[in-house]
T-cell receptor
Framework: RKEVEQDPGPFNVPEGATVAFNCTYS??????FFWYRQDCRKEPKLLMS???SGNEDGRFTAQLNRASQYISLLIRDSKLSDSATYLC??????????????FGRGTQLTVWP | GAVVSQHPSWVICKSGTSVKIECRSL??????MFWYRQFPKQSLMLMAT?????????EQGVEKDKFLINHASLTLSTLTVTSAHPEDSSFYIC????????????FGPGTRLTVL
């Protein structure tokens, strides 16, 4: 079973729409949670960390539910520039070390005018 | 913000040659650096974890003698693809973790390797 599961999409939405992405993780030892975005042929860029209390950064809102091992990202008022692949990422400690990141396959978003 | 550079951004080489890729954290000291590989339309695959001054930890299935990693300082790690073959052609991306907590990783811009 994969550590992180995401709906691959694609999601095609008009400008101004609200879109939500979901993600589940399988390892209850997961410690830190993130959303990254990756543009075509580019490196992933950190969008935001995700906290149990939920957090918001402008048009982006992330939620974490540890009990159900579920992470979400909500994008309001979509812009053309939001078109990208959104990666759900968790950090899992390994032994006594800080561990490593595990990536979902990504959800592709296209915002059209 | 945290900036990670990677050099070169792209390289084309002949089969059998070795290629070295550098990864630098420019404005922070990276306790750990990571090397990933990404094939088209696939997710990132972790190759190895590198801590300054110690041997890298390779993921299962990654040949450590083929992908040599050196983490000489808290701001520099290098990946050398030895005796490269066409199947090694890929997008290689490094990342650096800032701090000693379960912090986020910052990615370099990647190196696109094409082996002819």
């Amino acid at each position: 079973r994969k550590e992180v599961e995401q709906d691959p999409g694609p999601f095609n939405v008009p400008e101004g729409a609200t879109v939500a992405f979901n993600c589940t993780y399988s390892n209850s030892a997961s410690q830190s949670f993130f959303w990254y975005r990756q543009d075509c042929r580019k490196e992933p860029k950190l969008l935001m960390s995700v906290y149990s209390s939920g957090n918001e950064d402008g048009r982006f809102t992330a939620q974490l539910n540890r009990a159900s091992q579920y992470i979400s990202l909500l994008i309001r008022d979509s812009k053309l520039s939001d078109s990208a692949t959104y990666l759900c990422v968790v950090n899992i400690p390994r032994g006594s070390t800080l561990g490593r990141l595990y990536f979902g396959r990504g959800t592709q978003l296209t915002v059209w005018p | 913000g945290a900036v990670v550079s990677q050099h070169p951004s792209w390289v084309i080489c002949k089969s059998g040659t070795s290629v070295k890729i550098e990864c630098r954290s420019l404005d922070f000291q990276a306790t750990t650096m990571f090397w990933y590989r990404q094939f088209p339309k696939q997710s990132l695959m972790l190759m190895a974890t590198s801590n300054e001054g110690s041997k890298a930890t390779y993921e299962q299935g990654v040949e450590k003698d083929k992908f040599l990693i050196n983490h000489a300082s808290l701001t520099l790690s290098t990946l050398t693809v030895t005796s490269a073959h066409p199947e090694d052609s890929s997008f290689y991306i490094c990342s650096a973790r800032r701090g000693l907590t379960y912090g986020e990783q910052f990615f370099g811009p990647g190196t696109r390797l094409t082996v002819l």
